[in-house]
């Protein structure tokens, strides 16, 4: 068969497969045991919980309540009878904090990022995106029907000459641009302001997904889209720094409607999970009253520094994802290995997450992180120059 074929294809350093993880006895809270081994619980450092709040009481204590009174699911899309309070409640608190006029939920940050594009593009538009966005912006670009160009990694240069070329090709045609506030597998972060500009300059869209970015980075964890109302849209998610799960897409009043009447990935799915709302929106309370980005943001350049110091690669980026490029798949993966018997989770990425020749470790530092960490990773690590 042709799939065997292609699965058989696949070499040993590239196929993944399904790890259970539950939460150790001793730290339910930093750390986790592979489910179902003999083994001593791992520190988690591979998880996008950046500020700690998956299990941060009064957020569980929120989804507790609203799964006790309300039910675990909505039942429905929120067009039919899936809208509750809560989500109300959520999207008027995410809208007021941002500066947005609206927001939506959605269930996942891909369906999100989908809904997003294709309602900033079509058929005749042309999609310029930076060739390290998510998948799922990807896959919008698809069911758009638009034509995709890519432009090099915050390269804005060529992202300038790209719009021009389009401009003096077809003055008319709807342009639409993709980018993030924090790569997720890079650690590095667009020029959010230069690039806003361009878009304006030449009546451009820009989408900005600022999943990874949200409660870390930005005024008060807002996001560098903070403050920039000529961004289309932003889309972010609560399955990082929020601690919990589901997504949402915020802009102006006239696309937050356009959404609402036109967005199959809105209108064809059950509503986001009503604990999961009450979760997000106890999270959120949280990441206005007690502010931890600035002490994440802090610890994560004296990882860099001491990672550098070390003989390793430096990190790219000032938020929370440190990669340390490796090259090569088998040694990404040895270096795994040799993290996790030293008790500490942190995982291998390799192509096709990643271009070829850039496998990595991608390690995340979280707020609740105990001290030593540091310590402990650099004596796993060991010397680069014998890994």
């Not at 941060?56 to 039910?71: D, F, N, Y």
């Not at 000459?161 to 641009?177: I, N, T, Y």
Request: proline share 6%; glycine share 10%; aromatic share 4%.
């Amino acid at each position: 068969m042709e799939l065997q074929r292609q699965l058989s294809a696949i070499p040993a350093e590239r196929r993944r497969g399904l790890r259970s993880f539950a939460p150790g006895a001793t730290n339910a809270t930093l750390e986790q045991a592979t489910a179902n081994e003999n083994r001593a619980p791992l520190l988690d450092l591979a998880s996008n919980d950046y500020l700690g709040l998956s299990r941060h009481p009064k957020v569980v204590a929120a989804a507790q309540a609203t799964a006790a009174s309300q039910g675990l699911g909505a039942g429905a899309s929120r067009l039919v009878s899936g809208s509750r309070p809560v989500h109300g409640e959520l999207e008027a608190a995410l809208a007021a904090w941002l500066g947005r006029e609206r927001v939506l939920l959605f269930p996942s940050g891909f369906q999100a990022n989908l809904a997003g594009v294709v309602a900033l593009a079509d058929r005749h538009s042309l999609v310029l995106a930076d060739r390290m966005i998510h998948h799922s912006l990807l896959t919008g670009v698809r069911a758009s029907g638009a034509r995709l160009q890519r432009f090099a990694h915050n390269d804005l240069a060529q992202l300038e000459s790209k719009l021009q070329a389009a401009r003096r090709s077809e003055p008319e045609q709807r342009l639409l641009v993709l980018s993030e506030s924090l790569f997720s597998m890079q650690g590095t972060s667009a020029d959010v302001a230069a690039l806003t500009g361009l878009c304006a300059d030449h009546g451009a869209a820009l989408l900005l997904d600022e999943a990874h970015a949200l409660g870390v980075l930005g005024p008060g964890g807002r996001g560098l889209g903070h403050n920039q109302p000529e961004i289309a849209l932003i889309s972010g998610t609560f399955g990082k720094a929020f601690g919990g799960g589901g997504a949402f897409l915020a802009g102006d009043a006239l696309l937050g409607d356009w959404l609402l009447q036109s967005s199959g990935a809105f209108r064809y799915t059950t509503a986001l999970a009503p604990p999961l709302a009450a979760g997000a929106l106890a999270a959120l309370a949280l990441i206005q009253a007690e502010p931890r980005s600035e002490a994440v943001l802090q610890r994560a350049a004296h990882w860099r520094d001491s990672l550098e110091a070390a003989g390793w690669p430096r990190p790219p980026g000032i938020g929370p994802i440190l990669p340390l490029l490796l090259g090569d798949d088998l040694r990404a993966l040895e270096l795994q290995q040799r993290l996790e018997a030293a008790g500490l989770l942190c995982v291998a990425i390799r192509p096709p997450t990643v271009p070829e020749g850039t496998a990595r470790l991608r390690l995340v530092l979280r707020h609740d992180l105990p001290a030593g960490t540091l310590e402990r990773l650099l004596t796993a690590l060991g010397n680069p120059a014998c890994s």
